[in-house]
């Protein structure tokens, strides 16, 4: 029986912020298909083995235990496993990744991604999301080598998006230059690796669906 | 001088879920108007005392500690003042309530409500919020008499929500009445109902902005 079982689409995003965390822990976890995922996340409250809106969902086998909310779930793996470090810069971290996938999705997909739109939001507002967590590295408090939740977010959400969408590495390379080696180190430990080569699947891709071909066009004429 | 400052729009919002647990605690803060805010906001990052994108931004006077994200701001603060409770489950309300105030305002007023849209929203999706919300309430894990930080939150979301729009109240009633009673209870506490008179001024409104002028007219014509 794996440690945890996670509920998430089959693409990287918020899910790789988890798979970070629980591969670096050395847990082993199962991640069902978007079908059970569908199944739980349809039910009616009631009916749901915990009640939640939307995935990630986290199953502690062990302890019997069920969390939601991508942040709840890595305070908690950071809390079980030894992980956390400084609790206040960890979590603001985490929310400070989420709001960045939010945004670099136009709040999943709500609006697609048009040019002016993009201009903006990729000349400004993704720039200054860079330089702050370049400004909160400058002052060393970051460690590639025993990452904790806040190396591991950092990796999981720049690496990731500069990995799956390459046309963004010149902008963190810009903006962030320690942030990108940071996140870039982090990705290359050995627990890390193994497992993005372990999950990796072909098409899996970013985000997923129409919003991420909507992203890559903006991408692949960037007039 | 103050034990915080806390960095925030002159409305209830986002603010309130600290404002309830600042109260809870029995601190002082002092909350610098909104010119004060915007000249942090928008130094360079490595300007600002702490590196940040938006307020809440909350500065710790005593321990000269600067902390952003509501949802770190919370955790911190339920931490220091003996007010957490079970943190997973504190911080997936607050996760909750960061998303419902997002979705409640359509992403902080990136698109104005339409009729379609709200008949969706306040049909479908802001009632689910409430079941699953009731849901958790059931198991009897909520105290309205000795509020940590589930029931500060619970209370500064839905309570503030049908506070300053009545219109919904019937919605949360429906949906969610245990719920709605304890938001009421914990709202009604000395010292949460002291601070809500002490903060409260003319025209603070609910999330401000255009937004709320949209808002509002849905309400205002149901049909």
Not at 1 to 28: C, E, K, S
Not at 31 to 41: F, R
Not at 64 to 87: C, E, F, N, S
Not at 188 to 203: F, K, N, S, T, Y
């Amino acid at each position: 029986m794996p440690d945890y079982t996670l509920y998430y689409w089959p693409i990287p995003f918020r899910g790789h912020i988890i798979r970070y965390v629980l591969a670096q822990a050395g847990a082993n976890w199962d991640e069902p298909g978007a079908d059970a995922l569908m199944a739980l996340k349809s039910a009616p409250p009631a009916d749901q083995p915990y009640p939640f809106m939307a995935p990630p969902l986290l199953h502690d086998r062990g302890a019997d235990r069920w969390l939601g909310q991508m942040p709840a779930i890595v305070m908690y793996l950071g809390r079980k496993h030894g992980l956390t470090g400084d609790p206040d810069t960890a979590l603001r971290l985490v929310c400070d990744a989420s709001d960045i996938l939010l945004e670099i999705t136009r709040h999943h997909g709500e609006q697609m991604w048009v040019r002016a739109a993009w201009d903006e939001f990729s000349g400004a507002r993704l720039p200054r999301w860079m330089q702050l967590h370049e400004a909160l590295a400058a002052g060393g408090r970051f460690d590639a080598d025993t990452p904790g939740l806040a190396e591991l977010t950092l990796a999981a959400l720049w690496h990731t998006m500069v990995d799956r969408l390459p046309g963004l590495r010149a902008l963190l390379s810009t903006h962030a230059p320690t942030v990108e080696a940071l996140a870039d180190r982090v990705a290359a430990l050995p627990r890390i690796a193994e497992m993005l080569v372990r999950w990796d699947q072909p098409d899996a891709g970013y985000c997923g669906g129409q919003i991420e071909a909507s992203l890559r066009a903006m991408l692949a004429d960037p007039d």
